[in-house]
């Protein structure tokens, strides 16, 4: 799997799985949505990283 920002599995793949009901890279729409809320929480850890540095 490439690695994808959040913004980007909300821009591609999750549209086309609202769509379709699968993205383009085959994932289902719940899997799509747990993606992303990984990215968002690793995205939120990394940001309190920067800000404790």
Known sequence: MK??????YEDVDYMTA????????G?????IQDT???LHRQEA??????DDA
């Open 36 to 38: 992303i809320k990984d």
């Open 3 to 8: 690695r994808w920002t959040s913004e980007q």
């Open 18 to 25: 609202m769509y379709k009901g699968y993205s383009n890279s």
């Open 27 to 31: 994932e289902t729409l719940e899997e």
């Open 45 to 50: 850890s990394l940001q309190r990283q920067i």
